[in-house]
């Protein structure tokens, strides 16, 4: 693998905001790929691991309608070492591959690999450096009891069920601690940038947006004093904190003469891009040409195979999908699981989404 972006290898275990800190990087140049996502797509009808993990375990992993249960593979797999070794020995070679072609097709400054298992993977090998998350013990169960609903002993089995930390934490070239507040976690990542070469090598590979007078950089290319103030300013509209924000969605910036004019909110859910909001000053319109040509350049460059928007958002933003090619589809009319899912996640199963199709999945074999 020659002329590529500098990768970095992202570890660290549960609850330690390692998804938190991916999330920040892909909002400071970098394309984040989720090693736990590639590795469920492996599992998909018509995806590499599909029909051999079907041969190894039988067929009574299998729903009703032929796709393996993740639930059922669990039960078999979880509580054996050796069945998970065989799991791990079909699936992983295929996410290896997967992972490898998409940063062959990468735009973006750096690749991140987020990777729970990175250190015992193949993949530690094509990356530059190893970034770690951390957090203590006592943050890792807070953590775990706040947002994930666990009793304190499961909190504590998941925890305990992990190799040390300290053999992360020993191997690392960045060590990122998440325990502070989000705006300092995100001060970490810019420093860590700066004082490696991937921040050399972001200077040369980044090639922000422009359209006439609009300008669309990366949110860690425009000074955080404003943007904390343009977000203080539309707090009605602003979902949470702003750098906690920089942790959870990507952001587009939207500049007009040197002016923040907007920021674009949205998710990366399995490679769909799913639309969440439009925060502007009133005179500003989602559906300016030039801001919805930035919006699907981001996507593109975070590799995104679908658009979603629900009904109700394209027409608060005065949008008209139909006429920018979009359709208007069941989640269960949408032909891949993963786009499923995405859809599942914002809307009933008895409603319709608008869906724009960009490409096709790296993970299917016949395409």
Same mark, same amino acid.
């Given at each position: 693998?020659?002329?590529?972006?500098?990768?970095?290898?992202?570890?660290?275990?549960?609850?330690?905001?390692?998804?938190?800190?991916?999330?920040?990087?892909?909002?400071?140049?970098?394309?984040?790929?989720?090693?736990?996502?590639?590795?469920?797509?492996?599992?998909?009808?018509?995806?590499?691991?599909?029909?051999?993990?079907?041969?190894?375990?039988?067929?009574?992993?299998?729903?009703?309608?032929?796709?393996?249960?993740?639930?059922?593979?669990?039960?078999?797999?979880?509580?054996?070492p050796k069945q998970l070794e065989k799991l791990e020995k079909i699936v992983h070679p295929e996410v290896s591959k997967s992972i490898?072609?998409?940063?062959?097709?990468?735009?973006?400054?750096?690749?991140?690999?987020?990777?729970?298992?990175?250190?015992?993977?193949?993949?530690?090998?094509?990356?530059?450096?190893?970034?770690?998350?951390?957090?203590?013990?006592?943050?890792?169960?807070?953590?775990?009891?706040?947002?994930?609903? =666990? @009793? !304190?002993?499961?909190?504590? &089995?998941?925890?305990?069920? +992990?190799?040390? #930390?300290? %053999?992360?934490?020993?191997?690392?070239?960045?060590?990122?601690?998440?325990?502070?507040?989000?705006?300092?976690?995100?001060?970490?990542?810019?420093?860590?940038?700066?004082?490696?070469?991937?921040?050399?090598?972001?200077l040369k590979r980044s090639t922000p947006v422009r359209s006439g007078d609009w300008y669309f950089p990366d949110v860690s290319a425009?000074?955080?004093?404003?943007?904390?103030?343009?977000?203080?300013?539309?707090?009605?509209?602003?979902?949470?904190?702003?750098?906690?924000?920089?942790?959870?969605?990507?952001?587009?910036?939207?500049?007009?003469?040197?002016?923040?004019?907007?920021?674009?909110?949205?998710?990366?859910?399995?490679?769909?891009?799913?639309?969440?909001?439009?925060?502007?000053?009133?005179?500003?319109? =989602? @559906? !300016?040409?030039?801001?919805? &040509?930035?919006?699907?350049? +981001?996507?593109? #460059?975070? %590799?995104?195979?679908?658009?979603?928007?629900?009904?109700?958002?394209?027409?608060?933003?005065?949008?008209?999908?139909?006429?920018?090619?979009?359709?208007?589809?069941?989640?269960?009319?949408?032909?891949?699981?993963?786009?499923?899912?995405?859809?599942?996640?914002?809307?009933?199963?008895?409603?319709k989404i608008w869906i724009r199709f960009l490409k096709e999945p790296v993970e299917i074999i016949d395409k």
């Open positions: 693998m020659t002329n590529l972006p500098k990768i970095i290898g992202l570890t660290g275990n549960i609850a330690t905001g390692k998804s938190v800190v991916a999330q920040m990087l892909a909002n400071s140049g970098g394309l984040e790929i989720d090693a736990d996502v590639v590795a469920n797509r492996m599992l998909y009808p018509g995806a590499p691991a599909y029909q051999p993990v079907i041969e190894a375990f039988g067929d009574s992993i299998l729903t009703k309608n032929g796709k393996i249960s993740r639930k059922k593979l669990g039960k078999v797999v979880f509580l054996d490898k072609t998409r940063i062959e097709e990468a735009s973006r400054s750096f690749v991140v690999i987020e990777a729970i298992k990175l250190l015992e993977s193949d993949l530690i090998e094509i990356c530059d450096m190893l970034w770690v998350s951390h957090a203590s013990v006592t943050h890792q169960m807070d953590r775990l009891l706040r947002t994930r609903n =666990l @009793s !304190e002993n499961d909190a504590k &089995d998941r925890i305990q069920a +992990q190799p040390p #930390q300290s %053999e992360k934490l020993n191997r690392a070239d960045v060590v990122i601690n998440t325990e502070g507040s989000f705006k300092q976690t995100w001060q970490q990542i810019q420093d860590g940038l700066a004082n490696t070469m991937i921040g050399i090598e972001s425009i000074p955080q004093d404003d943007a904390e103030i343009f977000w203080q300013s539309h707090a009605e509209k602003a979902p949470s904190d702003w750098y906690a924000t920089l942790g959870s969605r990507i952001v587009l910036p939207a500049l007009k003469e040197d002016q923040l004019e907007g920021l674009l909110l949205w998710d990366n859910w399995n490679f769909s891009a799913v639309f969440d909001r439009w925060i502007a000053n009133d005179q500003q319109r =989602l @559906s !300016e040409k030039a801001i919805l &040509d930035a919006f699907y350049q +981001q996507i593109e #460059q975070q %590799e995104c195979e679908v658009i979603l928007f629900t009904i109700d958002k394209a027409l608060k933003n005065s949008l008209f999908p139909a006429k920018i090619g979009f359709r208007k589809l069941m989640p269960d009319e949408l032909p891949y699981p993963a786009w499923q899912e995405a859809a599942s996640k914002i809307i009933d199963d008895d409603e």
